[in-house]
């Protein structure tokens, strides 16, 4: 157990099957982890402990992660029995009372849930630092966030507590966390999995799968949980061979556009453009064809289409949660962010609403458009460093003043809108000290191409070694 943290989950799982370690051996260890740097961090909001340790003692399925401990993001997953708040006071008392179809498949992987990771309320900041629980610090350096809304499960992962957890990605909600704390964040591409019991979140752009440390653990979590149910709206081609195939397998000669101007007329940060130009070198050396090309379309009125349609969503999830909940959320259950946000999505008419989805979808037709004659197109995945404590203020009633922050994440919603799968990859490391990630975007349903190209940049430049300051 002293070297729980070198080892990835498959490779933690392999151990298990080996007969080397237990599952109640590893979940301890993790509850050690937690028990030990948690106080530093607040990473962890939720602690399962009693019921990890009853699964694992009880025989875990012979899955691809057997016996491996896991945290679930407090946001929007399901599993039976366990709270799940949303970090929001409105879902304070609230108990799933089923499993997501997705935690049906985790479960049957073999994870064991140990706990549930901080996120900021209703996942909508950039941060995490919410008024229920309260801020979740960086491990590479306590003063800075470990962004958001999948900061928890990021700041865990990144402090070797366990070698992967939950994250969901709406704007870039997964790649974000994964850039600021040196992680792999893949967003995959619309429709990859299914989110029943529920039909669709945001037309497409919600996603939920996970940080990790390795490429080879981002690809096997993304074999698990993939596939559509019948009836889903979204049909996404099933993968050729298992994703996990494609780590170690030979990309081919690809042709990489590679961006560090932002399509919104605003600078990016000298260090997130040296960490593209960095690994554009690096593409070109491994034997790809590279070239620079900056994307023309208006982003900021992308955003904002983007946020209206996500308001009349995110209105009709709270008011669709009052029959389990008793009564319609009030002002004081939520944030004044929240309230706005709400209240934005009633004011918005059927017919206002779908003139928005239909400029959404042409928008996503002119990213897609644009980048169709690369395999592979990088940017930075953040424009700027994280920004301090407060910046991302969900005390803030304006709207607009709020979305108006939000321009750091320009290369994160698009693919949202888009619908392309993206992963954030820790290429670079700022002067002071902090990681810097990289984005790789790929053609429509182009999974396999970014895992290979992904563990082929792993193999050049391995990042697993680097520890944060606060570590096990």
Same mark, same amino acid.
């Given at each position: 157990m002293d070297d729980f943290g070198t080892y990835d989950a498959l490779g933690l799982a392999a151990l298990v099957k080996a007969g080397e370690v237990t599952p109640l051996e590893l979940v301890e260890e993790t509850i050690r982890r937690i028990e030990a740097v948690n106080p530093q961090l607040n990473a962890v909001i939720y602690k399962n402990y009693d019921d990890a340790r009853g699964r694992a003692g009880a025989g875990v399925p012979d899955g691809a992660f057997q016996g491996?401990?896991?945290m679930m993001k407090e946001l929007a997953t399901m599993w039976e029995g366990v709270p799940q708040t949303n970090s929001s006071a409105y879902f304070k008392d609230f108990v799933a009372p089923f499993d997501s179809e997705i935690v049906t498949r985790l479960k049957r992987a073999g994870f064991i849930?140990?706990?549930?990771t901080n996120a900021p309320e209703f996942g909508w900041a950039l941060t995490t630092e919410p008024e229920m629980y309260g801020r979740t610090h960086n491990p590479w350096r306590e003063d800075i966030s470990p962004g958001g809304s999948s900061g928890g499960s990021a700041a865990a992962v990144a402090a070797r507590i366990l070698p992967l957890a939950e994250a969901s990605d709406a704007a870039g909600s997964i790649r974000g966390p994964a850039s600021i704390c040196g992680l792999v964040g893949l967003k995959p591409s619309r429709g990859r999995a299914t989110l029943a019991p529920n039909a669709d979140f945001f037309y497409g752009a919600a996603h939920f799968l996970c940080v990790s440390r390795?490429?080879?653990?981002?690809?096997?979590?993304?074999?698990?949980t993939s596939g559509e149910l019948p009836g889903d709206p979204y049909h996404t081609p099933p993968p050729e061979r298992p994703w996990l195939e494609e780590v170690g397998a030979d990309p081919g000669r690809l042709r990489v556009g590679f961006t560090v101007s932002a399509p919104h007329d605003r600078p990016v940060h000298a260090e997130a453009a040296a960490a593209v130009r960095g690994t554009a070198a690096l593409l070109e050396n491994l034997g790809h064809?590279?070239?620079?090309?900056?994307m023309t379309l208006d982003a900021d009125a992308a955003w904002r289409t983007f946020t209206r349609i996500t308001a009349v969503q995110t209105a009709m999830v709270y008011g669709g949660a009052a029959q389990f909940i008793g009564h319609e959320a009030t002002a004081d259950e939520v944030s004044p962010t929240?309230?706005? @946000? @709400?209240?934005r999505g009633k004011s918005l008419s059927a017919v206002e609403h779908s003139g928005d989805v239909e400029q959404y979808r042409l928008v996503a037709r002119e990213i897609a458009t644009d980048l169709a004659s690369y395999d592979v197109f990088l940017t930075p995945t953040l424009t700027q460093p994280p920004r301090p404590f407060g910046y991302w203020d969900m005390s803030e009633p304006d709207i607009d003043v709020y979305n108006a922050k939000w321009t750091d994440a320009v290369f994160l919603y698009l693919f949202n809108i888009s619908g392309q799968p993206a992963i954030s990859l820790p290429m670079h490391w700022s002067a002071d000290g902090l990681p810097i990630g990289v984005q790789l975007v790929g053609r429509p349903c182009g999974e396999a191409t970014l895992i290979r190209v992904a563990a082929q940049l792993e193999s050049a430049r391995p990042w697993i070694g680097k520890r944060p300051p606060i570590c096990c």
């Open positions: 491996v401990p896991y849930l140990v706990g549930k390795t490429v080879r653990d981002t690809a096997a979590f993304l074999d698990v064809q590279v070239e620079e090309h900056d929240m309230h706005a @946000i @709400i209240e």
